[in-house]
């Protein structure tokens, strides 16, 4: 056996089985979460060709019944009873359902009406997409605990490169079940997770124990595991392609897999190569880390126009209060502050203006949305507003070395209280607790 040591600096060996028999020893240290991309892509190997380390520890997470889940949450007297999220109006369609609605049969993109007719009895809810933004942010704080390389796929499902990680938390299950266990800690909700040496087969591992799964797919069991599956779940076969290969008799993945590439031509063309290795399980994209927003906002549209000041500030003081707990939920901080206002006339301003320190106190966001606020209304006493909005830019991390670093605006009273806060909401719902002010007006945003 060759073994090929890569010493990055001191500290703990990771130790790497390659298929070709090989066994490479990468190395990691206390600051690996900092080390991006994961070590040793290519390792020389003694004066010959290079040894590809492409063996790959892939993580891919899927929450379960996001939407509905968030709802069962924050309402625990829907727990157990069916559950279905989605527009409530004529032309609306199921965003999700729990798993109790869909044993009648109810799934995400089915017209509303269709549902109602299979599952009279189910609560109907309509979506709370801030609620759901600040669960997702809270959950990718989780992935973010365990490797820097996480691409999120939406707010519910992400990839996490965690080759680097291995030693680190004692290995790949390991990894997937403390993942799962944070999540649950931090949120109380269940994700599902799938574990394998590419995305492919991670994100179809995560599927395949739905809900609260886990499940490893290890190199030798690929064909075990992906033969047996339906053609359609290989990425790009669909509706249209499907079809051509039941009339060739192939069904299945592992028919897909043995077929001849010369009978699969005349249906994928120059893509037959690319179908028959997604068959064998290799795919060898690199997960792309999500670059983290650039910036975070929240308007309202109201009802009926709205001239009151008192009223238009406690709207910015609950957008402020959104806006922030959503930056300290992703360890973020903002240095401008962005206020947009439309007026009944559909004449939209928007005002902002960069603080001399980073901040994502409720406080000092709203003060300074106030004051841009107050700045536009010297000249628009009684104009009448159609939609108020608050956002914030210039976004770095809490921890980073840039302005957030330096001077801060926030008190320690400020980020205490704004802590506080931070853990009731988390506990009891959204905006459970909220500023005073802010109870003059309580409206969902958009
Ligand atoms: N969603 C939506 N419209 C769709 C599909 C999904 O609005 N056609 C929303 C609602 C889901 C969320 O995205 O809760 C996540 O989508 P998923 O496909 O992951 O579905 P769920 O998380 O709801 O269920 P599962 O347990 O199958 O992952
Ligand atoms: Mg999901």
Same mark, same amino acid.
């Given at each position: 056996?060759?073994?090929?040591?890569?010493?990055?600096?001191?500290?703990?060996?990771?130790?790497?089985? +390659?298929?070709?028999?090989?066994?490479? /020893?990468?190395? +990691?240290?206390?600051?690996?979460?900092?080390?991006?991309?994961?070590?040793?892509? @290519?390792?020389?190997?003694?004066?010959?060709?290079?040894?590809?380390?492409?063996a790959?520890?892939?993580?891919?997470?899927?929450?379960?019944?996001?939407?509905?889940?968030?709802? +069962?949450?924050?309402?625990?007297?829907?727990?157990?009873?069916?559950?279905?999220?989605?527009g409530?109006?004529?032309?609306?369609?199921?965003?999700?359902?729990?798993?109790?609605?869909?044993? /009648?049969?109810?799934?995400?993109?089915?017209?509303?009406?269709?549902?109602?007719?299979? +599952?009279?009895?189910?609560?109907?809810?309509?979506?709370?997409?801030?609620? *759901?933004?600040?669960?997702?942010?809270?959950?990718?704080?989780?992935f973010?605990?365990?490797?820097?390389?996480?691409?999120?796929?939406?707010?519910?499902?992400?990839?996490?490169?965690?080759?680097?990680?291995?030693?680190?938390f004692?290995?790949?299950?390991?990894?997937?079940?403390?993942?799962?266990?944070?999540?649950?800690?931090?949120?109380?909700?269940?994700?599902?997770?799938?574990?394998?040496?590419?995305?492919?087969?991670?994100?179809?591992?995560?599927?395949?124990?739905?809900?609260d799964?886990?499940?490893y797919?290890?190199?030798?069991?690929?064909?075990?595991?992906?033969?047996?599956?339906?053609?359609?779940?290989?990425?790009?076969?669909?509706?249209?392609?499907?079809?051509?290969?039941?009339?060739?008799?192939?069904?299945?993945?592992?028919?897909?897999?043995?077929?001849?590439?010369?009978?699969?031509?005349?249906? /994928?063309?120059?893509?037959?190569?690319?179908?028959?290795?997604?068959?064998?399980?290799?795919?060898?994209?690199?997960?792309?880390p999500?670059?983290?927003?650039?910036?975070?906002?929240?308007? =309202?549209?109201?009802?009926?126009?709205?001239?009151?000041?008192?009223?238009?500030?406690?709207?910015?003081?609950?957008?402020?209060?959104?806006?922030?707990?959503r930056?300290?939920?992703?360890?973020l901080?903002?240095?401008?502050?962005?206020?947009?206002?439309?007026?009944?006339?559909?004449?939209?301003?928007?005002?902002?203006? @960069?603080?001399?320190a980073?901040?994502?106190s409720?406080?000092?966001l709203?003060?300074?949305?106030?004051?841009?606020?107050e700045?536009?209304?010297e000249?628009?006493?009684?104009?009448?507003?159609?939609?108020?909005?608050?956002? =914030?830019?210039?976004?770095?991390?809490?921890?980073?070395?840039?302005?957030?670093?330096?001077?801060?605006?926030?008190?320690?009273?400020?980020?205490?209280?704004?802590?506080?806060?931070?853990?009731?909401?988390?506990? *009891?719902?959204?905006?459970?607790i909220?500023?005073g002010?802010?109870?003059?007006?309580?409206?969902?945003?958009?």
């Amino acid at each position: 056996m060759v073994q090929v040591q890569a010493l990055i600096k001191d500290r703990e060996l990771l130790s790497y089985p +390659c298929p070709d028999g090989f066994r490479i /020893f990468l190395c +990691c240290h206390a600051d690996i979460m900092k080390l991006n991309p994961p070590v040793g892509k @290519s390792i020389m190997n003694a004066g010959q060709k290079p040894v590809e380390a492409t063996a790959r520890a892939i993580i891919h997470v899927d929450m379960d019944a996001f939407y509905a889940a968030v709802e +069962c949450l924050d309402n625990p007297e829907l727990k157990d009873q069916p559950v279905i999220v989605g527009g409530l109006g004529p032309r609306g369609v199921v965003a999700t359902a729990n798993y109790a609605a869909r044993v /009648f049969g109810v799934h995400s993109a089915m017209p509303m009406g269709r549902a109602r007719r299979l +599952c009279p009895q189910a609560q109907y809810i309509r979506p709370r997409m801030s609620r *759901y933004r600040e669960i997702s942010a809270l959950i990718f704080s989780v992935f973010r605990n365990f490797t820097p390389t996480v691409e999120g796929l939406s707010l519910d499902e992400a990839f996490l490169d965690v080759t680097s990680s291995l030693k680190l938390f004692g290995g790949l299950e390991e990894i997937g079940l403390q993942v799962k266990q944070e999540i649950l800690r931090k949120t109380g909700l269940t994700a599902s997770v799938g574990i394998a040496h590419n995305k492919f087969l991670a994100k179809l591992a995560s599927d395949a124990q739905k809900p609260d799964g886990l499940v490893y797919v290890r190199p030798g069991e690929v064909h075990r595991f992906l033969d047996p599956m339906p053609v359609s779940r290989l990425w790009g076969i669909g509706k249209r392609t499907a079809p051509k290969l039941t009339a060739l008799g192939i069904l299945t993945i592992g028919q897909l897999r043995r077929c001849d590439a010369s009978i699969l031509r005349p249906v /994928f063309g120059k893509r037959t190569e690319h179908f028959q290795n997604l068959a064998r399980g290799e795919d060898d994209r690199e997960v792309q880390p999500s670059r983290p927003d650039k910036s975070i906002s929240h308007e =309202v549209t109201f009802d009926t126009d709205l001239a009151d000041r008192r009223e238009l500030l406690a709207e910015l003081l609950r957008q402020s209060e959104k806006v922030s707990r959503r930056l300290r939920a992703q360890e973020l901080m903002a240095s401008t502050v962005v206020v947009k206002i439309r007026d009944a006339g559909f004449h939209t301003v928007t005002r902002s203006r @960069s603080m001399r320190a980073c901040s994502n106190s409720t406080r000092t966001l709203y003060r300074m949305a106030r004051a841009l606020f107050e700045s536009w209304r010297e000249k628009h006493k009684t104009t009448p507003v159609r939609l108020i909005g608050m956002g =914030v830019t210039g976004l770095e991390q809490e921890s980073g070395d840039g302005k957030a670093a330096g001077d801060r605006l926030d008190s320690s009273t400020e980020k205490s209280l704004d802590k506080v806060l931070d853990r009731i909401n988390q506990r *009891y719902g959204d905006a459970k607790i909220v500023h005073g002010l802010a109870l003059r007006r309580s409206k969902e945003d958009h």
